[in-house]
């Protein structure tokens, strides 16, 4: 019979078939990727699927210039996602208390970001107002600068946070404990992060190499650890397929 050990083996139309087969998507998680960061014109309450992706490539993008040997690519959380709406549906610009921010999906706690603007608005907005905080992390103290606010700048590039899920809601009345009225009319967007990041004391990540430290599940794209496209052992059945397809038709 046949040896089917390696893909070199088998004649050109089975690597064709090879390759289609490893396009198709049998991974259990998502890993969105696009390139543009359009404004989704949808209503007001809710993530689209664009803006899904949008938000999950605005944070890896982010996350990608920083230089880190560990950095974990983003993946959008469903769970979080739902998380995140329910806050933002409160249309209050205050933190979920931490008792509420604990077991959620697989996530034993999760970190959260806020961001409000009274103009039409797009993910990223919220994720370069975020990230321009980097300006006020003192990374030798591993804190942010006096009287300054980096939080949501750490938890963006927090290296072992990989789960993302946000929601926003145009909220009449946007209300927070901090303030003596409430603002009309504002966009609300909330993004929740498993696991949690922004540990005192903690570096952000490891500095080195992009890569050089992912662990072993994951591979290097656009200088992140990624999850694998396809697991190891779907694309050993994959590969029996299309052995067992050259057999058949070697027989002719």
Known sequence: MRDCGKLSDLPVWSLILSVFFSRLDVSDSIELNV???RLVKRGTDGFSEEEKMDIVRAHNEAR???????MLAMNWDEALGNSAQAHADKCQFDHTTMSKLLNIGVHEIVGENLYFSTDETTPK???DAWYGEKKDYDFATKKCRPYAVCGHYKQVVWAKSYALGCGK???LKLTSVKWTSPVPSANLLTCQYGPAGNIIGDPLYID???CSMCPPER???ESLCALEAFSRASYQSQLFIVCLLSVFVSLF
């Open 35 to 37: 390139t543009s960061h």
């Open 219 to 221: 591979y290097c794209k």
């Open 64 to 70: 990608a210039k920083e230089g880190a040997a560990d």
């Open 125 to 127: 907005h919220a994720l």
């Open 208 to 210: 080195g190499m992009a």
């Open 169 to 171: 809601r145009l909220c």
